[in-house]
């Protein structure tokens, strides 16, 4: 193992959830690899979420709690340009022998990164208004 992949596995913490001998590669990737790097990432998410909302969603803060949520969802959904902006800040922590693991099931990695990722910004919405309001 590299320096690089040292430190990033060192630096982004333990595994989070449980990895058993019954665990699928893709749930073994996601608590291993995922999880923890999201967690890590999670102040830069925030940012940059407010970042979109600001150039795209200015009436972002006057929506109701439920159309702030649909907003969250579709940005990072329908929005290419931002998902991939957001792909880019999880797999750039990634080790060399994850991104080789990443890569032969890459959609459907996709799809649980931005799945967790969604629900992560969903369940943080309180701070998009603490943010506007400081």
Known sequence: MNERDTFLKEFRGQTIGSVTNQSSTEESFQNEVLRP????????????????????????????????????????????????????????????????EYIKNSSSINKRMMSMLIERLKSQVQLFEANVNS
Not at 37 to 50: E, G, P, W
Not at 52 to 70: M, P
Request: hydrophobic content about 45%; overall charge positive.
């Open 37 to 100: 790097v999201l967690k890590l990432q999670n102040d830069l998410f925030i940012a940059s979420f407010i970042n979109y909302v600001l150039k795209n969603k200015a009436d972002f803060y006057s929506f109701t709690l439920e159309k702030k949520l649909s907003v969250i969802e579709n940005a990072i959904q329908k929005d290419v340009k931002f998902r991939n902006a957001l792909k880019g800040m999880i797999i750039g922590l990634f080790t060399i022998d994850e991104y080789s």
